[in-house]
């Protein structure tokens, strides 16, 4: 039997608050043997004074071994086994930012990419550039793609490097491969099939066909002149948190992929003002959203993001800067507050990766825990020992004493 429906049997409404505290990314690895991690590395008195009056332990978010993309990553988080409940990060993209996206169609998550005069990758993420540079090239795009093969093109703006595209016609199927070769120095992969059907094969030759129009079309800019496609998807439909889980789900989050994910499992997704780097916003939300919900999914980025960029100081900054808000979050008094990350992406590898991330609990009826910081090594002394990312829930649940008796 499916998790899920065992904790749907048990779940029970109480007026008590979960929140969940998610730092993208948040994991990380020494600069050399013997060094500190990140976090580690980091000054954070009020995550270390919460380690000392909570418990720590360590989560595997997918499977060990496994380094997990955001998509699987959260959903384990949310209780969902990541191995049933599949989705690609074009629908999460396409759902996150309220595109046109409808039963047949198919979304793929795009990254504008630098590419030298030999078609190779040199930059994957094309410098970063702002959302308004962004939403220039996504227009002129508009303007000079419409369709291909009989198929309707639409492209949406996400944020920087990244944006959408939805394909709509008759016959697409989702089981195809990325174009994003996840390196510099190569050129980008083709789009195939992963299997024979010709819905799948239908896609990956209109994929292929965009890749060259896109290059085309972008060949008089400095910077951002390709594309690199990846999580090509269909609409998905899962179960609901408000019907498994008994409760009232909220998210606060900036990038939209994290809000597809959060509209996928039913939470409502809370307006938030300002960037991802003025937390001002994300804290007003919860702020003024505290009395209507009983479960927060808060989610910060930018640990995750510097990782990638390889910026191991700036990480630190970033957690750093999450510390000095924690003492607003424990201001509203939540019954159950886990920190946590949905994957460790470590600067040195510029990278997602399969490494264990930390897990902070602050809730009632904890036991005597010797951790003392909010650290990778810390937290493999504490008293919550190792979990996978969907025994999450369930503890979170437990402890807020939503989840009844299991059995006679």
């Known amino acids: ?18 929140l969940l505290v998610v730092l993208d990314g948040v994991g990380g690895l020494p600069q050399e043997p013997g060094g ?30 496994l380094a997990p993309g955001s998509g699987p990553g959260h959903l384990a988080l949310f209780g969902y086994d990541p191995f049933r409940y599949r989705v690609g990060r074009g629908a999460l993209s396409a759902i996150g930012i309220g595109a046109d ?5 198919v979304a793929v998550r795009g990254n504008f990419a630098t590419l030298d005069e030999a078609g190779r990758v040199v930059d994957r993420r094309a410098g970063r550039p702002s959302d308004e540079e962004n939403a220039r ?36 199927g989702e089981q195809v491969t990325d174009t994003d070769p996840q390196r510099t120095g190569v050129a980008p992969l083709l789009a195939q099939a992963r299997a024979s059907d010709a819905p799948s094969q239908r896609t990956a030759q209109v994929l292929n066909l965009l890749t060259e129009r896109i290059r085309a079309v972008l060949s008089d800019e400095p910077r951002i002149n390709g594309a690199l496609f990846r999580g090509v998807s269909l609409r998905p439909r899962f179960p609901q948190m408000s019907e498994v889980y008994q409760l009232r789900p909220a998210c606060i989050a900036s990038y939209p992929m ?49 990782g990638e960029d390889g910026n191991f100081a700036e990480k630190v900054r970033k957690i750093e800067a999450f510390d000095r808000l924690l003492p607003e979050l424990l201001a509203l008094k939540p019954e159950v507050l886990a920190i946590t990350g949905d994957h460790a992406t470590p600067s040195v590898l510029k990278a997602h990766s399969w490494h264990p991330v930390p897990l902070l609990l602050r809730a009632p009826w904890l036991r005597n825990d010797p951790a003392q910081r909010f650290t990778e090594d810390e937290a493999a002394r504490g008293s919550l020992g190792h979990l996978r990312g969907v025994e999450l829930m369930p503890l979170l649940m437990a402890h807020a004493g939503k989840l009844q008796k299991y059995g006679a």
């Open 101 to 105: 996206f409808r039963d047949g169609d």
């Open 137 to 172: 090239v996504v227009s002129k795009l508009r303007s000079a793609i419409q369709g291909l093969e009989g198929v309707q093109v639409s492209f949406y703006t996400e944020s920087e490097h990244r944006f959408l595209v939805v394909l709509r016609g008759e016959g697409l």
């Open 258 to 306: 994290y809000k597809g994910l959060a509209s996928l499992v039913g939470m409502e997704v809370l307006p938030v003002e300002g960037a991802e780097d003025a937390p001002e916003g994300k804290l007003k939300a919860l702020r003024e959203n505290w009395s209507r919900f009983d479960f927060f999914y808060l989610h910060f980025k930018k640990t995750d993001a510097t």
């Open 36 to 65: 500190p991690t990140e976090l580690a590395a980091a000054h954070t008195p009020n995550l270390d004074g919460l380690a000392r009056e909570g418990a720590l332990g360590l989560l595997t978010p997918v499977y060990p071994g």
């Open 1 to 18: 039997m499916d998790m899920l429906q065992v904790v749907a049997e048990l779940a029970q409404k109480t007026p008590s608050k979960i």
